[in-house]
């Protein structure tokens, strides 16, 4: 067993009170195994969206930095509670909030991200014997303000903790049992991965995969910490991310998962004069707005004027609209259409890389399955098309079968 | 108008977002008049309540530290919501955690006692004209631990906060119109008072009214800051708390309230045998686990055995009897007999200080309603005695009647 490893619990996993005493029974076995260990936790369940929809009730459009503050509170919950279940079963326990935890981040309050971590209050907690739960998701800025990490900002925490103690190992504990070939609520034969590169799950995580956040995955691929996806319910080894030298070679020739992510909005500038400077002009005020663009598509240029697609979050299109709609008048374009209700399937694996072909079978599946798509971007080891929300489940099950991933 | 203010919002008056947005309203026409203001904010409504019975589902007796950290939450939301309120109403405003406030504790974690507090971030903003919203009730250890200050901690936060702004006034905004001759729930025709004296309104507190924490009150006397109790509901004027010189005169020669308290537990150690230091043995513990004892009585010794009685909270029976019940065996007492559903009902006024006869009117009153009187103690403006629970509502009204409480 190593000497020190960082376990992070999610959402589903300490969603009732019952589950969070679950947990504190399964660190303690860990502790009880002479590993010393830190719990880094998330909100409780819906926590966080019921805590949004509650500043929504107060206003259409929060402020950043007291919607940080707010959200904050949800991990600060888990944190007490979880660390109460460990005194209650006898083992001394440290709650620590971000702050505590000296975690510092950039000012952006409500996508944070973390500069650095200055670990003495852990260090001395775990010299105490003691075992530290921190607050995930949130830190400190040098204006002494309370900011949150963005979505999946949990597994980041987790993964920073342990690059700062020099743990051995990452544990993300989940309500899923690793990472799987296709999201088995979709794809009832999808498979169970034992091993995946760490350029894999990036993929995966920046289609839409929710099994370990994009920023998580670099950091650990970054600083070479060990990442264990695995189930928080019972102890079955779950999926290890590892460098792509190291993964077994039955992986690496082939795609390996199909993700997908329904958290898309699409806005389309429609006719723009086309001019040199055209596209910085519209995405350095979104990005200086920290909202993170995706699929971007702009057509081929004809009569001099042009399309400029992209794709934002869901919850960022009304913000972000707002920008785009003046800047639109200006350029003198002839309109802006928008549509919350848009989707992105993609298939990842770095096989990908050395053999051709797949981009052409992924099309043919997605067409005899009658999806329509509306944009395609690609990487090295991925390729993504932008569909109708409605048609994923289809989509995903034709793809799982087209590059048939059920098979071992 | 004065130049500034700090006006704190109780629990009913931000129990849900129209509440809130409400608040903001009313915060916002204050700072229309041109007076600079400074928001203290209670959790919305049961969450502490609520907070505390997550923690019970997870063990029977939740560490206070981190219980502490699990309570403080319930503020930060409620700041971080009255901000963004404002903020949506065109406000410049700021949300201010216990910390970031400079509000610095004692380590009593669930009980903390405000050491000091250090303004230069509240300062900061109201330089920049901005409305500064204070998580009251919470503060930060030199372990940089979150410490609460317990009940009604919110009111000594706003008292404090004024003292060290040199605040005009402390308003402290109630789901109630001010302080009344008795609670107007059990009593229809309880008065409201115009003027009370600090010394009455402490022993109010102290006697179980709900209207201003004890804390809050004792600081507002020693550092003279004026205080206002008034409802959040509607702009009417409320009860201003003065010293007693500036009492007008009427108010001065007679009982001026009722109040009753229903959360008190009895605890009575039977047959201990009588030696010096007995008492200390027993209170010192209490004392050091940061337990209020409130009304002590030792009977006379008889055989050179006795017996003492006092009252606890009621959430803090059983770790009174805890700590007690070890302490009765070492003393080889007979017993140790408690009970959870004690009240007490209290006459107040400075009147009483001059005049004799109250008590016996007092006691006269209860037999003639068929209360049965546990134990009595007093002070020079309060007699209290402890009953039965049940018999509140009977008690209050036959005192309110017997001293003619009704008529101005």
Same mark, same amino acid.
């Given at each position: ?58 206003? /259409?459009?929060?402020?950043?930095? @007291? %919607? $940080?503050?707010?959200? !904050? ?5 888990? *944190? +007490?509670? &979880? ?113 995946? /590169?760490?350029?894999?799950?990036? @993929? %995966? $995580?920046?289609?839409? !995969? ?5 920023? *998580? +995955?670099? &950091? ?125 399937? !993609? ?6 890389? +050395? ?54």
């Amino acid at each position: 067993m190593p000497g020190l490893i960082v376990q992070k619990y999610g959402g589903s996993s300490v969603a009732t009170t019952d589950l969070i005493r679950n947990v504190a029974r399964r660190v303690a076995r860990v502790h009880d195994r002479g590993t010393r260990i830190v719990g880094v936790v998330s909100a409780m369940g819906d926590t966080t969206d019921d805590l949004i929809a509650v500043a929504k009730r107060v206003t /259409s459009d929060p402020p950043d930095r @007291e %919607l $940080a503050l707010l959200l !904050s509170t949800g991990e600060v919950v888990t *944190a +007490a509670l &979880l660390t109460m279940a460990l005194r209650t079963e006898g083992y001394e326990a440290t709650a620590l909030t971000g702050f505590q935890a000296g975690i510092r981040t950039n000012p952006v309050h409500t996508k944070a991200q973390i500069l650095d971590i200055e670990p003495s209050r852990i260090h001395r907690e775990l010299d105490t014997g003691a075992i530290p739960i921190i607050a995930g998701y949130q830190g400190w800025t040098d204006d002494q303000d309370i900011a949150v990490l963005g979505r999946g900002g949990s597994d980041t925490t987790a993964v920073a903790i342990a690059i700062a103690l020099e743990a051995d190992r990452c544990e993300i504990l989940k309500d899923v049992d690793g990472v799987f070939s296709a999201d088995p609520r979709i794809v009832p034969n999808a498979r169970k991965l034992d091993f995946i /590169s760490y350029e894999e799950i990036l @993929e %995966l $995580a920046r289609a839409g !995969s929710q099994v370990l956040h994009p920023r *998580a +995955a670099e &950091l650990g691929e970054t600083y070479g910490m060990p990442i264990v996806v695995r189930s928080s319910f019972h102890e079955a080894e779950g999926t290890t991310i590892v460098t792509g030298d190291k993964m077994p070679l039955e992986g690496r020739e082939r795609v390996r998962a199909i993700a997908h992510d329904t958290d898309v909005a699409r806005i389309t500038i429609v006719g723009v004069p086309d001019r040199p400077g055209i596209a910085y002009g519209v995405f350095a005020p979104i990005e200086a707005a920290a909202i993170s663009v995706d699929v971007i598509v702009q057509n081929v240029s004809h009569q001099n004027v042009t399309d400029i697609s992209f794709t934002v979050a869901r919850t960022d299109l009304t913000r972000t609209l707002r920008i785009v709609e003046p800047l639109a008048r200006e350029m003198q374009a002839q309109d802006v259409t928008s549509s919350g209700t848009m989707a992105k399937v !993609s298939i990842v694996g770095s096989g990908m890389v +050395a053999n051709p072909g797949y981009a052409a079978r992924m099309f043919g599946a997605l067409a005899e399955s009658g999806c329509n798509i509306i944009s395609i971007t690609t990487s090295e080891i991925r390729i993504t098309c932008l569909i109708d929300e409605a048609q994923v489940p289809v989509a995903v099950r034709a793809l799982h079968d087209a590059f048939r991933l059920d098979e071992a």
